[in-house]
């Protein structure tokens, strides 16, 4: 059995969509931002906590962990703490280029395979109009960035670079192809 140790909406889509059979079981760890860290080390470690700490009550299994950050000129965004955080990222991202970092752990007893996906994001120019428009739909508050480029937000998106699924927050095709690793 697969199970995705998150409780992100999205994630679980995207395995669904795919066919994937798997349970969700959420990791309680606490994620903190060790904002010394490279983006790409930060979230396979995050990725890797969420995945062992779900493994250690599943060791039979396959637990699969993902963490997602945003980064613009070395700032890393991780979810909004409230509208007015949320705001403030916006604003910072608005006409500008940033990158989207996804971490994934897959852990079965004593193995644990790890990798990062990046993908870069340009986003058009917003208006606090516009940006108080999107933060009061409720959508920007649990996501990386304060944007659901899958949502609402694709409409502050002016194009990007890379693998979609890697914005969203699960990159499928590396996914998959690391799942085969492990029949």
Do not use: C, W
């Amino acid at each position: 059995m697969i199970i995705l140790a998150s409780s992100s909406p999205r994630r679980a889509k995207l395995l669904s969509d795919a066919g994937i059979d798997f349970r969700v079981v959420p990791s309680k760890i606490i994620e903190t931002l060790d904002h010394k860290k490279k983006p790409q080390d930060l979230v396979i470690e995050l990725a890797s906590m969420k995945a062992l700490d779900v493994a250690m009550l599943h060791p039979n299994d396959i637990v699969l962990g993902a963490d997602t950050i945003v980064v613009h000129h070395n700032e890393i965004l991780g979810k909004p703490t409230d509208e007015k955080d949320a705001y403030r990222m916006l604003k910072t991202l608005s006409g500008e280029r940033h990158t989207v970092y996804t971490g994934v752990a897959l852990v079965k007893g004593d193995q644990i395979k790890t990798f990062y996906s990046e993908a870069e994001v340009f986003m058009k120019p917003l208006s606090d109009i516009e940006i108080n428009k999107y933060i009061q739909s409720g959508e920007p508050l649990d996501k990386a960035g304060a944007y659901a480029i899958q949502g609402e937000g694709a409409a502050l998106v002016d194009n990007y670079k890379g693998d979609f699924l890697t914005i969203v927050g699960l990159p499928l095709k590396d996914v998959l192809d690391m799942l085969k690793t492990f029949e």
